[in-house]
């Protein structure tokens, strides 16, 4: 029979030969908590600290009335800047259709008799009129003579995107 003091003195003899199989382990252990904290801590400040993701852009509808100034605007712009393939990129099939139907360029067929003039601004009037499928906006085409012409841009939703479909 075994005393209590034989089963104390046999633990810290297995303790020791433990010890001496690996005398670092307890400096290893910590190295790896203080890692597991301070990772934790970085990925931590890491996800409070990114910018949230962008918003995805809204789709495109006639009744956003900063998408419709948006597209009239940039429309216009190609306009003014003399620009017209870039606005005949603005054309819906039914524009384009219209063009080749009529045999014209777009500068000929938007300004009519005032082909040869620069336009020098375009404006947005408030008059809009709308049906289920479009929106009629007018623009003020101000020339370098200092008259004005009114054209009635008609808008509609065609592959996602606002498009010019009559003037």
């Known amino acids: 029979m075994r005393t209590l003091f034989e089963d104390t003195d046999e633990r810290a003899n297995l303790e020791d030969a433990r010890e001496k199989a690996n ?4 400096l290893y252990l910590w190295v790896v ?5 301070a990772g934790s801590w970085s990925f931590y ?9 962008e ?3 809204a789709a495109a509808t006639l009744d956003d009335v900063s998408q419709v100034n948006q597209a009239i605007n940039q429309f216009n ?3 003014t800047t003399g620009n017209w393939e870039g606005a005949q990129g603005m054309l819906s099939a039914e524009g384009l259709q219209r063009l080749q139907q009529e045999g014209k360029t777009l500068r000929e067929s938007l300004l009519g008799d005032r082909k040869d003039a620069q336009v020098a601004t375009a404006v947005i009037t408030p008059s809009r009129s709308r049906t289920p499928s479009t929106l009629r906006v007018d623009s003020a085409y101000v020339f370098g ?6 054209i009635p841009l008609t808008l509609v939703l065609e592959n996602g995107r606002l498009l010019i479909n009559s003037w």
């Open 33 to 37: 908590a203080v890692l597991c904290f």
């Open 145 to 150: 003579d200092n008259l004005t012409t009114v």
């Open 23 to 26: 005398p670092r382990l307890p």
């Open 45 to 53: 400040y890491w996800a409070s600290h990114r910018k949230p993701p």
């Open 55 to 57: 918003k995805p852009p």
């Open 77 to 79: 712009t190609f306009v």
